[in-house]
T-cell receptor, first 112, second 115 residues
Framework: DAKTTQPNSMESNEEEPVHLPCNHS???????IHWYRQLPSQGPEYVIH???SNVNNRMASLAIAEDRKSSTLILHRATLRDAAVYYC?????????????FGTGTLLAVQP | EAGVAQSPRYKIIEKRQSVAFWCNPI?????LYWYQQILGQGPKLLIQ????????DSQLPKDRFSAERLKGVDSTLKIQPAKLEDSAVYLC?????????????FGPGTRLTVL
């Protein structure tokens, strides 16, 4: 399975935008880019996913580089509730299972 | 819509004892997963069920861990005997099917401490 590289931690101020980067230089053409986040003392929750085009939903936006070797999760206005560990995960459409392979993610701290 | 339910939320046992965790997935979800999350790490898949059958158990330590999914709904994960390194949060997740864009929904987890 292709691997991703994320910064260990980032800080943001409340109500400001946050850009969380992810590098995946060995991504294959059939890999989808998924983001999950894990709030303190909770299980992970789905945030967003994409293949080639930028994606928006009510939680966040996903910007994918043209060569797909990197992507950025964008939280448009960070709130205290967004403090969590954010995981960038590649999922192979041709894979035999649907499993998520988590790295260590980025710990996002949001300051009031 | 009710989420994934897990019990107990916390469990403390001594090494060499046995322990069992229970998971009730979201109604109608065919696929069920058990993950192990050690402190400071991301979750790691232990076993994946599709209805009653096992799809992937390659990371399950089968000498001490076992899991079953009853009638394609609830599932239990058992550890017997427990070791100190089994201290972790055990997460259950479920999804509608095995599609590559399929969203997994996680429960709150069971925190196991082995003394």
């Amino acid at each position: 399975d292709a691997k991703t590289t994320q910064p260990n931690s980032m800080e943001s101020n409340e109500e400001e935008p946050v850009h969380l980067p992810c590098n995946h230089s060995t991504i294959s053409g059939t890999d989808y880019i998924h983001w999950y986040r894990q709030l303190p003392s909770q299980g992970p929750e789905y945030v967003i996913h994409g293949l080639t085009s930028n994606v928006n939903n009510r939680m966040a936006s996903l910007a994918i580089a043209e060569d797909r070797k990197s992507s950025t999760l964008i939280l448009h206005r960070a709130t205290l509730r967004d403090a969590a560990v954010y995981y960038c995960i590649l999922r192979d459409v041709g894979g035999a299972t649907n499993k998520l392979i988590f790295g260590t993610g980025t710990l996002l701290a949001v300051q009031p | 819509e009710a989420g994934v339910a897990q019990s107990p939320r916390y469990k403390i046992i001594e090494k060499r004892q046995s322990v069992a965790f229970w998971c009730n997935p979201i109604s109608g979800h065919a696929t069920l997963y058990w993950y192990q999350q050690i402190l400071g790490q991301g979750p790691k898949l232990l076993i994946q069920f599709q209805n009653n059958g096992v799809v992937d158990d390659s990371q399950l330590p089968k000498d001490r861990f076992s899991a079953e999914r009853l009638k394609g709904v609830d599932s239990t994960l058992k550890i017997q005997p427990a070791k100190l390194e089994d201290s972790a949060v055990y997460l259950c997740a479920s999804s509608l099917d095995r599609g590559y864009t399929d969203t997994q929904y996680f429960g709150p987890g069971t925190r196991l401490t082995v003394l």
